[in-house]
C-alpha cells in the first residue's frame, strides 16, 4: 500500500545489494550508505517472501520465476512496507524520483547469490561478514535456534550434494549448540566467498569497525557514491539520536572485543574446531582482527 503513495523510481538507477546473515552488521553499513545524495534504500524487502526463501540456495541455472519478479519489484521500490518507512523516512521516499542509485538490504537471501548474479549481472554486491560468536549470541538474545537454521541447510538435496558436498560430515555431525553455530557459520561463509565476484565487496564487519570513516569512505568510493556530511555524522557521533529506523549509531570499536570472556574454554574449543573445517580466510583461530586481505 505503501509503495502506490511514492512516486516512482527513475529507470536506469544503478542497483546495489547489502548481503549478509541476519545480526551480521548489514542494517548498519546500508544505513550509512543509504545517507549518500541521489541513494533509495529499502530495508529487507525479502521479508516479504514466505518462508521456504529463508537461507534457500538457487544454483545459476535454476529457474524461480516468482524471485526473479520479486527482485524486479524491490529494484523499482515498488514493496515499500513499513519497515522501510521506519528505516528511510517519507521525506527521503518522496524524493526518490531524483534518486540515481537503488540500494536494497536483504538478510534471506544470502545463499541464491549466485542465482541472483546470473539474474541481474549488473548489480554490485556488499557481502558482508560477522564473527560467529557475537552473531550467536545476537541470535541468542532474540530466541533464534541455529539448529533450525541448520537444518535449513541440509535438507536442501541440490546444496548438499552440490556447494556443501565437502562438509556433508560437519554438517550432520554437530550437536552441540557451538558445533551447530559453527556448522551454520562455516558453511554460510563459505558460500559468500565462494559465490564472491569482481566488482563485489566482501568484508568483516568488524574490518569497518575497525576505522569506521576511512573504510565507509573508501567503500563510497569504489561504489562511485558521493560522501554526505549526514554519512560523516552518522559515522562520528555514536550518541545523536537515532531516529526510527534499524541502522543506529553505534561506537564501532566497542563491538570488535566485546563478546571476548563470554564463552567457556570447552565452548571455545568446539566452535574452532568446526570452524576450522572450512578453511576459510575470515578470523584465523577466531581472532575478531584477523581479515581476509582480498575484498
Not at 565487496?201 to 575497525?210: A, M, T, V
Request: charged share 20%; aromatic share 12%.
Amino acid at each position: 500500500m505503501a509503495a502506490r503513495l511514492l512516486p516512482p523510481v527513475p529507470a536506469g538507477c544503478r542497483r546495489i545489494v547489502v548481503s549478509g546473515l541476519p545480526r551480521s552488521g548489514t542494517s548498519w553499513i546500508a544505513r550509512v550508505l543509504s545517507l549518500s545524495p541521489g541513494v533509495s534504500y529499502y530495508f529487507e524487502p525479502d521479508h516479504l517472501l514466505d518462508a521456504r526463501y529463508r537461507y534457500r540456495y538457487l544454483s545459476r541455472s535454476a529457474h524461480d520465476g516468482g524471485l526473479a519478479k520479486h527482485l524486479e519489484a524491490a529494484f523499482a521500490g515498488q514493496l515499500a512496507h513499513h519497515y522501510v518507512i521506519a528505516e528511510q523516512g517519507w521525506k527521503e521516499l518522496l524524493g526518490r524520483s531524483h534518486s540515481h542509485t537503488v540500494l536494497l538490504k536483504w538478510v534471506h537471501l544470502v545463499l541464491a547469490l549466485d542465482w541472483v548474479a546470473q539474474q541481474l549481472p549488473e548489480i554490485v554486491v556488499i557481502q558482508t561478514v560477522r564473527h560467529p560468536v557475537p552473531l550467536a549470541l545476537s541470535w541468542q538474545a532474540r530466541g533464534w535456534e541455529f539448529r533450525y537454521a541448520l537444518r535449513q541447510l541440509t535438507r536442501q538435496e541440490d546444496l548438499m550434494r552440490g556447494p556443501l558436498e565437502p562438509f556433508q560430515d560437519v554438517l550432520n555431525g554437530a550437536r552441540t549448540y557451538w558445533e551447530q553455530v559453527g556448522a551454520f557459520w562455516g558453511a554460510v561463509t563459505y558460500l559468500q566467498w565462494r559465490f564472491h565476484r569482481k566488482g563485489w565487496i566482501l568484508r568483516e564487519h568488524e574490518w569497518y569497525c575497525l576505522h569506521p570513516l576511512s573504510r565507509f569512505k573508501d567503500v563510497a568510493d569504489l561504489l562511485g557514491l558521493a560522501w554526505s556530511d549526514q554519512m560523516t555524522a552518522f559515522l562520528t557521533d555514536p550518541d545523536r539520536p537515532a531516529g526510527p529506523g534499524y541502522g543506529r549509531p553505534r561506537n564501532p570499536r566497542s563491538e570488535i572485543h566485546k563478546w571476548e570472556g563470554t564463552l567457556s574454554p570447552r565452548e571455545l574449543g568446539e566452535l574452532r574446531a568446526v570452524v576450522a573445517r572450512f578453511d576459510l580466510p575470515f578470523y584465523r583461530d577466531l581472532d575478531p582482527e584477523a581479515h581476509w586481505s582480498g575484498g
